[in-house]
């Protein structure tokens, strides 16, 4: 029965370790917008976009 | 009249019909050197799956902007007010871009370093139709930016407004954060309350107990210093103001849990009521953030900086021209505004047609001709062609601004004691009769339960409850009424409505459309040449009435039209094919002029015959006849306009004879102020600045506008002017609001009977407690949101089938 004391102890830590997780990220404003990143995920080419660019400066 | 058969090419970006001209690219078409030129511009990096992602997503570029446009943008004072971040190699710049509407915008707007590779990166929020942009200023300046989205057609859209608080309103967060924490230590509360429910054996093990009880004490910290905060610091606030609101109930009950509870786990005499107490606080909060939550898109405390653009041209002498901050305009300067620019100061016109649309401003439906040296006033936009104006007013102290000094923008918020605060001080008086009778029996029967008694029953019968039903019901009628098209500011807003005995409207934009003008044709049926006769001539005038008969006649091709005349504000004639065409009015074509007949007529004469005229109306919004009918029944209508008293008869049915014309601005604001002097609760309608007065000066200011992104003066709520046949059902929806608090509340009160019952024996059980507290409250938010959702399908239902009736009532067809 007095593994239970152990268990609480875990459960408690990682349970605070979310609340944090959740803190920092309404503090980084990742709330402010809830909208838009739905449409965003949707689009292909971001990362080749950049890519292109990289290379096209690198060409100049 | 005949309609020709329209050619079915739509343009590739725009997706309008190529009516005028049509150029091609391939096999894609385009209706006007601008959309083609977009389209060019995108070909060339490679973006054109901007126009893959949704179909035709461009807008008409058949208005390009001035190039100088932005040329403001290079002052420096103004550059640091705009950008909000700098360092030695980026610049961070917001721009709000309100051509903003769909998945194609954001994906070009996001792929700008592709068009610009100074541009480093840029981020779209689309709720506010906003881009925020990263650009190195060592290779690119802020108007190549602002440039560089004209060129693509996002035109940015700056007011003075920006320039002013640095401050934007950041949303709250910390009651966000409240709720995290709080739900965080109610459940764990809870979980470690759970031996104490089942009382598996009484805990052996010391220890075990201990760790439960100060673990659940340790946890209840936060809720109780932090997540409960809000209320003590509104409890004090009231209380030092010597009147209870609705919290000081509610922070009496949370601390005396607080304090027996603590008691209890200390002395080890009980387990204490810990998890009651977190989530009732956990509740509340949640309640308060649904009624709470401000449409961050929407603006509702706008004044008149916000409609003023930021950059003016100057004309400095030797025809030098200077883009300056609107701001910097001193009384004396001589200013150049071109068309469909907002004039930002009083001034004096010194050259140029003047053709000025002041609907905005003084509610005048028409465009006013003003001559030179007569003084124009700030807030009108310039219709014509270019002006010159010389400015005899600071910006900030014109005819229209002055308005804002008046006291009725100064006055605080407190519109009268909302409903449930009332409630609450009766509710707190029975509640203290109840616990001071059970604290009077207990001292005479068994003294040892008087304080356990008076505790569990200011414990159990909390007030709470009153306010989740408030709470959520306040919140889910928001959402509501916002999927409705009426964006009320805040939920006090819906009480105010439901209180209200009268309403006044404007009538320049507000019952009537402000784009649309009804246009009808009297006369001899004109066949297909006379009418590309009228529309040729027509088509060469730029008055507001020549448009609009242009817009109204079908298609053609433009003749040549040889000496052209136009005389201002009376007609415009010429020689199309040898043949003699004229339009204008009556005192045009040298006649007797009659008085007005409730619009106004355009004559058309070919060779000296009259064929007939055009008669061109006040276009009432849908609806109206209906919408007006239905609230006759219930308020006091009456009617206050800036414009003239032609419609009189027209209206005379709905207002009688409070219809006020040609009134200003001011007078709008002592009308409301008289009416309120008689103790009524004004609702006012508008949708100007000239409104702007008697919309804060009632009780509720509701704005009307057909584009919710653009400006409209600080009001209470904004209303979609599509919904406006709906406005009867939507204020009797708020009616609802007192009803579906009751019932609520008498729901959540029988719960509390149990309760008491137990806590007036001196016998309450932490489970019980626990057990009555969650059920109480999601009873309450089913019972509330469900209600509210059921009385809001009933309207829906309503106008599924009314759009499938007769408009033939309505008040355009109505004869005088």
Redesign the interface.
């Known amino acids: 029965?007095?593994v239970?004391?152990i268990l609480?102890i875990a459960s408690?830590t990682i349970?605070?370790g979310f609340?944090i997780a959740?803190?920092w990220s309404?503090?980084t404003n990742q709330?402010?917008?809830d909208?838009?990143p739905s449409?965003?995920i949707?689009?292909d080419?971001e990362l080749s976009?950049?890519q292109s660019?990289n290379a096209?400066?690198k060409n100049k | 009249m005949i309609k020709e058969p329209q050619q079915k090419t739509t343009c590739y970006h725009c997706g309008e019909n190529c009516e005028e001209e049509t150029l091609h690219i391939a096999e894609k078409s385009f209706c006007c050197q601008g959309c083609k030129t977009v389209y060019e511009i995108l070909n060339k990096v490679e973006l054109c799956d901007y126009y893959t992602i949704s179909n035709a997503p461009g807008l008409n570029q058949k208005n390009k902007v001035r190039p100088e446009k932005f040329a403001f943008l290079e002052d420096v004072q103004l550059q640091q007010k705009l950008i909000h971040f700098k360092n030695e190699k980026q610049s961070h710049v917001t721009f709000y871009l309100p051509q903003m509407h769909c998945s194609s915008c954001i994906w070009l707007l996001e792929n700008l370093p592709k068009l610009d590779h100074a541009i480093i990166r840029s981020e779209v929020n689309f709720l506010k139709k906003e881009v925020s942009v990263v650009f190195d200023h060592t290779r690119t300046s802020l108007r190549s930016v602002a440039d560089l989205l004209s060129s693509i057609g996002y035109e940015p859209h700056f007011s003075l407004n920006d320039l002013g608080n640095k401050t934007k309103v950041k949303y709250d967060k910390s009651r966000i954060y409240k709720i995290g924490i709080t739900g965080f230590c109610f459940g764990n509360i809870m979980l470690l309350s759970f031996p104490e429910y089942f009382s598996l054996g009484e805990i052996e093990e010391k220890g075990l107990k201990d760790l439960f009880s100060y673990l659940i004490l340790f946890l209840s910290l936060p809720v109780f210093f932090y997540g409960a905060s809000e209320f003590f610091t509104s409890a004090i606030k009231s209380l030092k103001q010597r009147y209870l609101n609705i919290d000081a109930p509610i922070a009496l009950a949370v601390l005396i849990t607080f304090g027996r509870s603590v008691y209890e786990i200390i002395s080890g005499n009980g387990a204490g009521y810990m998890d009651s107490m977190s989530g009732i606080v956990f509740f509340m909060l949640i309640g308060r953030f649904f009624q709470d939550k401000t449409y961050n898109t929407m603006a509702f405390t706008r004044d008149y900086t916000s409609y003023f653009p930021l950059g003016v041209t100057v004309v400095y002498s030797a025809g030098v021209e200077k883009q300056v901050p609107v701001s910097n305009i001193k009384v004396g300067d001589r200013i150049k505004i071109h068309s469909n620019e907002i004039i930002p100061a009083d001034s004096i016109l010194f050259y140029g047609n003047a053709n000025i649309d002041q609907s905005f401003v003084t509610g005048e439906s028409l465009p006013i001709e003003k001559s030179i040296g007569e003084i124009i006033y700030a807030g009108g936009k310039q219709l014509g062609g270019a002006l010159e104006l010389e400015v005899v007013k600071d910006v900030s102290q014109s005819y229209l601004t002055s308005l804002w000094n008046n006291d009725a923008f100064k006055k605080n918020e407190q519109k009268g004691v909302s409903y449930i605060h009332t409630v609450s001080r009766y509710f707190t008086v029975v509640l203290f009769a109840i616990a001071i009778g059970s604290a009077i029996y207990w001292q005479l029967h068994n003294p040892s339960k008087v304080w356990n008694a008076v505790t569990s029953i200011l414990i159990v019968a909390c007030p709470c409850a009153l306010l989740l039903s408030a709470t959520f019901t306040n919140g889910n009628m928001l959402r509501v009424l916002q999927g409705f098209g009426f964006f009320a500011r805040n939920a006090g807003v819906i009480e105010q409505v439901a209180n209200a005995d009268s309403i006044v409207f404007d009538k320049t934009g507000t019952i009537t459309e402000q784009t649309n003008s009804g246009i009808t044709y009297e006369g001899a049926q004109m066949d297909e040449k006379i009418i590309s006769y009228v529309r040729s001539l027509a088509a060469q005038s730029s008055h507001p009435l020549s448009k609009a008969i242009v817009k109204y006649l079908p298609g053609g091709a433009k003749l040549k039209v040889k000496n052209f005349i136009e005389k201002p504000g009376a007609g415009v004639m010429g020689i199309i094919e040898d043949k003699k065409v004229a339009i204008g009015s009556l005192k045009f074509f040298d006649q007797k002029a009659h008085s007005s007949d409730g619009g106004t007529r355009v004559y058309v004469q070919i060779e000296d015959r009259m064929y007939g005229s055009f008669i061109i109306q006040a276009h009432y919004r849908e609806g109206l006849t209906q919408v007006l009918e239905d609230l006759k029944r219930r308020f006091k209508l009456s009617l206050i306009s800036g414009d003239n008293d032609s419609e009189f008869s027209r209206l005379k049915h709905f207002f009688d004879a409070n219809q006020y014309f040609n009134r200003s601005p001011q007078d709008k604001l002592e009308y409301i102020d008289s009416l309120q002097k008689e103790n009524k609760k004004v609702i006012m309608i508008g949708d100007g600045l000239n409104d702007a007065g008697a919309l804060r000066q009632s009780n509720v200011g509701i704005a009307i506008t057909d584009n919710v992104n653009n400006f409209s003066p600080a009001c209470d709520v904004i209303l979609d002017g599509t919904k406006f046949a709906h406005l009867n059902d939507l204020l009797r929806y708020c009616s609802n609001n007192k009803l579906i608090i009751n019932i609520s509340f008498i729901v959540s009160i029988l719960y509390n009977f149990i309760g008491l019952y137990f806590a007036a024996q001196g016998s309450l059980q932490p489970v019980i407690a626990a057990i009555l507290m969650p059920i109480s409250s999601i009873s309450i938010v089913l019972l509330t949101t469900g209600l509210s959702s059921i009385l809001a399908i009933q309207i829906k239902r309503k106008y599924a089938c009314s759009k499938t009736q007769n408009l033939k009532t309505d008040i355009n067809h109505m004869s005088i």
């Open positions: 029965m007095s239970i004391f609480i408690l349970a605070i609340l959740f803190l309404v503090k709330y402010d917008d909208y838009t449409v965003r949707l689009f080419n976009a950049t660019t096209k400066e």
